[in-house]
């Protein structure tokens, strides 16, 4: 197979974009995709400083990656889930990549914050262990940002971790996370920094194929406690539209960003106040992850 | 040829010459989920792998709910 760009043998073909790339152009193409994303959702500009939120997988170290290669100001923020040897590895990848790339990566022990790892967290609450780490990342990632003065969040999302979100809450008919999914969050709080996703124009298996082209030491294993879970499944279900259908993926969620998220969006009416224990950004009183810490304390 | 896969890690023996598209369809593998990589290098469904290569299957799908 050719590539489509200079002719010469192709690694990787690309059925939904009718293309395939030879390892440069490739790169190029990538990195297109994420200056297109950052400036149609104008995610952030060259003079702030980003904190790229980094797991030690394929997406997150590419996304910080394509970063540096162009020149954004970035500091990486490790959350360490305590998940056995899979965050020690994980962790480690992190570190070797700052470390190759004379990088700043910020470290924060979960087990600290909410006084349990990750694994401990289902016993002690019986709160799914996705559903946990999910609600404690997206807090801790938010208040790092906050104490380190960065006005910005961008997370290793890609279009396969966005278009399985939204087939999960259209399946349940979710109208608030419906309102919210967006490639770039802004900040409606002084409290709430902006989230923003530069890769949900990529696949998975472009992210994968960036990675390894780029030599990036990145953690394939899986995440012990992801088998099962049931986003892996509406993955699957979605890649088995794409295997017959190339670019159902991307239709189904750029369909939804340009023609559904608007129709939800005025329905959602959220007030935002401060948690009354840690002061950060709730709909209720206590935040979630307030809520969470209690549990877990309760059950000590 | 030998073919390795992961998530576990296993491998698998594959005797004769075909496409790598057609490899996945007999292992009942979607071409979205793997990226194809012999030696260092990724390889495209039309290339022809035989029985004295070694190719890996590397899974792209990762994550729990977040």
């Known amino acids: 197979m050719k590539c489509r760009k200079c002719g010469g043998t192709a690694v990787l073909e690309l059925r939904r974009h009718n293309a395939a790339f030879c390892r440069p152009d490739f790169i190029d193409f990538f990195r297109n995709q994420v200056a297109e994303a950052i400036r149609r959702h104008r995610m952030f500009t060259r003079e702030e400083a980003v904190l790229v939120a980094v797991s030690g997988g394929k997406d997150s170290l590419a996304l910080w990656d394509v970063l540096l290669q162009e020149g954004y100001s970035t500091t990486g923020l490790y959350l360490d889930l305590g998940i056995f040897d899979y965050s020690k590895e994980s962790k480690a990848r992190c570190e070797g990549f700052a470390a190759k790339h004379g990088a700043r990566l910020l470290i924060v022990p979960v087990e600290q914050e909410l006084g349990a790892a990750i694994p401990e967290v289902q016993s002690a609450t019986r709160r799914p262990t996705c559903s946990a780490c999910g609600l404690s990342k997206r807090y801790l990632m938010n208040r790092a940002a906050l104490e380190h003065g960065f006005p910005v969040v961008a997370t290793g999302h890609n279009l396969d971790d966005e278009a399985a979100t939204l087939f999960g809450s259209i399946l349940h008919w979710q109208t608030e996370p419906l309102a919210r999914q967006s490639p770039a969050l802004p900040s409606t709080h002084a409290k709430l920094v902006r989230r923003v996703k530069p890769l949900y124009r990529l696949s998975e298996r472009e992210t994968a194929a960036y990675a390894f082209l780029r030599r990036i030491d990145y953690i394939v294993d899986e995440c012990p406690f992801a088998k099962g879970a049931t986003s892996l499944m509406h993955k699957e279900i979605l890649n088995r539209l794409e295997d017959v259908s190339p670019g159902a993926k991307h239709n189904f969620f750029f369909g939804f960003l340009e023609k559904g998220r608007p129709a939800f969006e005025r329905l959602a009416d959220v007030v935002l106040n401060e948690c009354a224990r840690c002061g950060q950004v709730t709909t209720g009183t206590l935040c979630g992850f307030c809520k969470l810490a209690d549990q877990v304390k309760r059950a000590r | ?66």
């Not at chain 2, 998530?7 to 698998?12: L, Y």
């Not at chain 2, 009942?28 to 190719?55: F, H, K, S």
């Open chain 2, 1 to 66: 040829m030998k073919v390795i896969l992961r998530n576990p890690r296993r491998e698998v023996e594959v005797a004769g010459r075909r496409r790598v598209r057609e490899l996945l369809k007999e292992l009942d593998i979607l071409p979205e989920t793997v990226l194809v990589i012999r030696g260092d290098e990724m390889i495209t469904g039309d290339t022809v792998v035989g029985d004295e290569d070694v190719i890996e299957l590397r899974p792209v799908i990762s994550g729990g709910r977040v």
